[in-house]
DNA sequence: ACATCACGTAACTTCAAGTATTACGTATGA
DNA sequence: TCATACGTAATACTTGAAGTTACGTGATGT
């Protein structure tokens, strides 16, 4: 499988777009992301659904941030793209006749849950505005020659 | 990306091996796990390597567990099969430009992270002794005419 | 000796799911 | 009315695990 990079392209468009004047167009968004606007607008119908963003087409139309960073989580954006799976590692059968192998199920399934249920709980600490501040303190410290 | 079930095979392999009274062969193997015995044979060579089991060739050989189970941990065979790749979700992009997906970057890390220690953590906790005793009771109270 | 057994490994194919691309339809607004 | 921008179906690409085929090597029993 290759990696799904849906949720950290989404968090990165969000903040982008909170920042933006207007609408971003998908074009727009997909040469932030280095992709392409079908996939742009193929993500961002799950956060249209969520009620995060608005669209709207013709001129001057494209994407809208209809939240403000404060009110939206990491994992708002997780369960807006669609809880993609998480692990990518698993059992080999999910319901085995072997009673040995149900039972190497059970030991994994636990500490996997232990580990979603960890990460759910980190997503759904951070907000985006949370993120933003991190990036207005790398801005503001970024290395540049226009410095005086 | 498909699943990864190396790790689930791997452990289930391991307890019939120590309930078994000889060597077990790859085709045995194949047969239990519903694969093929050069699978069998490509992800054993790591738990061999590792010093968990030894392989044989020739009449009655096969593939011999060297440890106890009270010994072995998941997280040893995690370890063994070359500690794949636990996420299915990650950065879009690893070293980016953009100090907005930088700072998105970070905070995702840091969750992953974290969901990542914890389930090292939970895998280092169970020894394979534990999942055969699991099995165990599984076995004795098991739904089966053979009783009286 | 030598046939058989079982592992060792290279090479290739299959499979799944995200990603990329093309194409066409629909709605909006200058 | 025509350019703009989203909506979506259809198709191809990519990546890594899994599956297969084929052949080589070493060990064992007759």
């Known amino acids: ?23 971003v167009t998908s074009a727009a968004a997909a040469d932030m992301l280095h992709t392409n606007p079908v996939v742009v607008r193929r993500t ?10 608005r669209s709207d087409k013709g001129h001057a139309g494209g994407w809208t941030l209809i939240k403000s960073l404060e009110e939206v989580t990491m994992l708002d954006v997780y369960k ?16 085995p006749h072997c ?9 994994m399934t636990n500490a996997l ?11 759904g600490d951070v907000t985006l505005a949370e993120i933003a501040k991190d990036f207005e ?11 005086i």
């Open 80 to 95: 807006a793209v669609g809880e993609p799976r998480i692990f990518a590692i698993g059992l080999a059968d999910a319901a």
């Open 99 to 107: 009673l040995v192998e149900q039972a190497v199920n059970a030991s």
């Open 1 to 23: 499988m290759q990696l799904d990079g849906r949720l950290s392209r989404m968090l990165h468009l969000l903040i982008h777009m909170d920042r933006a004047e207007g609408p």
């Open 44 to 53: 961002m119908a799950g956060l249209r659904d969520a009620g995060l963003v």
């Open 137 to 147: 303190s790398r801005f503001s410290s970024r290395p540049t020659n226009l410095k």
């Open 113 to 123: 849950r232990r580990a979603e249920t960890m990460l759910i709980a980190e997503m």
